[in-house]
């Protein structure tokens, strides 16, 4: 790691979270300064990835400059006062809970932007598609930086319109419908997760999160949090999304861009449950002692519900979309990281962070892999894809084929793999639960989300078997185009991450461990 002076730390924060805001705003000028194309729409794409790529590398730099020593403290902070009457306050920072998934929203973005360069989504202007792209980048990025439970709250509200956009505009089938589903869902919850924000902020005389997090607040007692956990948790749980609160999901999947599902899958829903671990387990944790059984309860319906929907879509005969699968998927992953944070334990809560990371890595990969079936099918339909690729994607574009099998394999948590010890830590977590909490119930729930694991293998492997081998791999019948250079480029660094996540997991948990440890002993009153 590389010694950065800290006020150097705090600007490449600061730029982090704005400089997408700025670059949405020159994209929508008459040309994109200092950039040339062939033409405005290749010009503007141009500039999508270049602000992207700046931001990329700015996490990158700040995660070279963090003190990763001492990675349970709050790193490259800002604190200026905006509105004082409330005492909201310009609070900014990072730690080793949020740096991971501050670097994975700008490596998604990024890839989603360079995908996009090449393989531009069907729609409008490429300025608004751009403009859009990036508001959602800072909005998302935000999310994971802001220190003040007002300010958590107004960019947890920036995605969504971005996102609706997105998914109208540039989606497929039945877009303007699952854009209003989302948009709907999202903002009901949010509504409730606000009153339960302002609930904590009034009574303790502060939104400040460090603050809420290490001092005693006398005046959050335990029916405060209660209602509190209550109110907040509704609002994450949508956006998690926690079943049975989940059904906008599917919809907003199978209708969204290629790059829409990806940034949703992969860094959208992580909003959900940071949320869970950066507010509620720490400021609120009585409330959650209360209704974390009730939580895990409802994780582990979402693990068994989600793999069972995705056998139902997997078999064959059945009207199965292979993107609506994999959102059914993130269901059952999702339901993973809740269990992880019901338990309340270090154990867990690592599991859960893990898992979150591994699954916006695997998860964007198969998002990518089937839009790029669909480019160049016309459909992302089981058993008409099954028919294009002549049942056997091994041998029409066996690089195609490969990295799929290494998604779903990769997905099914497979050791070795990253998605193999984020759900591993979880089970862990719920064998020994916090000392407040049933341990029988949790060793109910634990083997519940176990038989979900032997689920997600069989439907993973059942999609592998349709689309990449069939009955006769040999079949002859028209080659596909295998992958592109700008794919190639797209998709190599989640196939590395995953990799590399899988076989060196002391990489992220030396960061998310220490200050999980010290967040759970500050949340103790």
Known sequence: MIDINESVMQFLLAFIVVGPLVGAAAALLPAPPGLKGKSPEQAVLRHGVTVTGAVLIAAIVLTLGFDHDHPSKMQATTDISWIPALDVRIHLGTDGISLPLLVLTALLTFLCALYSYFKMPSGPTPKAFVALLLVLESGTLATFAVLDLLLFFLAFEMVLIPMYFLIARWGGEQRQAAAWKFILYTLLGSVVMLLGLLLIGIKAGTFDMVALATDNHPALTTSVQVIAVLAIGIGLAVKTPMWPLHSWLPDAHTAAPTVGSVLLAGVLLKMGTYGFVRILLPITPDGMSTFAPYLAAFAVVGI?????????????????????????????????????????????????????????????????????????????????????????????????????????????????????????????GAFDPADDLSRPAFLTFMAIAAFGTLLTAAYMLIVVRRVCMGATPQQEGPKLADVQTYEFAAWTPLVALTVVAGLWPKALLGLTDPAVQQLLAGGTR
């Open 304 to 428: 068994i519900y989600g793999s069972l929907a995705c056998l139902a879509l997997a078999k064959q005969g059945a009207k199965g979309d292979l993107k609506r699968l994999i959102a059914y998927s993130s269901v059952g992953h999702m339901g993973f990281v809740l269990l992880g944070i019901a338990t309340m334990t270090p154990t867990g809560v690592n599991g859960a962070l893990f898992a979150n990371i591994a699954h916006g890595l695997i998860t964007g990969l198969l998002f990518f892999l089937v839009g790029a079936l669909k480019d160049r099918t016309g459909t992302s339909d089981l058993d008409t894809l099954a028919e294009e690729t002549g049942a056997a994607l091994y041998g029409k574009a066996p690089r195609l084929g490969g990295l799929l099998a290494f998604g779903a394999v990769a997905s099914l948590g497979l050791p070795g793999l990253a998605g193999f010890w984020g759900e591993m830590l979880a089970l862990f």
